[in-house]
């Protein structure tokens, strides 16, 4: 058996071109999508993957608003910052890119965000809301798996689900999400007993860990479908996932690469749920 490959690239660039006619209208009605990204430091990846948000805003016709802010900057500073793009009506969405230096704590920026601008769905009401299943935004990187498996046309409903990782960005609302899609899920994680016993039973397997390659072949269902999240490096320096890609794809049914998989599929929901926004404001207004 050999996998068939799940392409986020692919996915993420037909679902951006979906949403060109709905910015197109938006700013024809005076409503142009607007997403201010907030970037504390000079981490160099996240750097990167700011530059990416705003190419990706910038090449469908979202108005992107980027600030970069020196790595000493106060919390006092950082907080009256997003206060004053809380009250700019012409801003959607505000993001606040992480990890942040660490005399700042992130979740009291993330909480000073409007939840109905979080549009990276971190926000505890937004939290919250995906946990009653009335979700106002959904986690980008969790909204994008369920995108992959709704694009192969995978049954969810009744299916096992095994999520390894339980932070609040992934872990947490991709339980959530596949629970609210009738799925049977089961978290794991770094206390989890004979991990191995339980990634067998998926149907689903999300590996969202940060530990590379800590998926094996032995670990996985025969069929199963192996959904990557991971983002660790080499020692050469390039990019790689949780799960042996090369081991796990002669045994899984579905798989998806690192890169190219879960990656572009996070920054495209960013989108989705920024001209959400700006269609929620248009349609408040009228």
């Known amino acids: 058996m050999t996998a068939r490959i799940i392409d986020g690239k692919a ?13 197109q209208a938006l ?14 430091g000079d981490d160099p990846a996240s750097a990167v993957y700011v530059r990416n948000k705003v190419k990706a805003c910038e090449d469908i016709g979202i108005r992107s608003l980027m600030t970069r802010l020196p790595a000493e900057t106060t919390e006092a500073d950082l907080l009256a910052h997003v206060a004053r793009l809380n009250a700019d009506t012409s801003v959607h969405g505000i993001l606040v890119q992480l990890p942040l230096p660490r005399h700042l704590d992130a979740q009291k920026i993330l909480e000073t965000i409007a939840f109905d601008k979080d549009v990276d769905g971190l926000h505890a009401t937004n939290a919250g809301l995906t946990l009653m299943g009335t979700p106002h935004f959904r986690s980008c990187t969790p909204y994008g798996v369920m995108k ?14 095994v999520v390894l990782g339980r932070s609040n960005m992934v872990g947490k609302p991709m339980a959530m999400l596949l629970l609210a899609a009738n799925a049977t899920v089961t978290i794991a994680h770094s206390k989890t007993r004979d991990l191995g016993a339980i990634t067998r039973q998926a149907d689903v397997l999300v590996a ?8 094996t072949a032995d670990m996985v269902k025969p069929g199963a479908v192996v959904i990557d999240v991971g983002t660790n490096r080499t020692p050469e320096g390039k990019l790689a996932g949780d799960v042996d890609f090369e081991a796990v794809k002669s045994v899984a049914g579905w798989i998806s690469p690192v890169p190219g998989g879960v990656g572009p599929m996070t920054i495209t929901m960013l989108l989705v749920n920024t001209v959400e926004a700006a269609e929620r404001r248009r349609q408040a207004a009228a």
């Open 148 to 161: 992959m498996l709704e694009s192969i046309g995978y049954p969810v409903a009744g299916c096992h689900a």
């Open 11 to 23: 996915l993420a660039a037909a679902t951006r071109a979906g949403l060109v006619p709905r910015v």
């Open 208 to 215: 969202a860990v940060g530990r590379r390659n800590l998926v």
């Open 27 to 40: 700013t024809a009605a005076g409503h142009q999508p607007g997403l201010a990204v907030i970037l504390v």
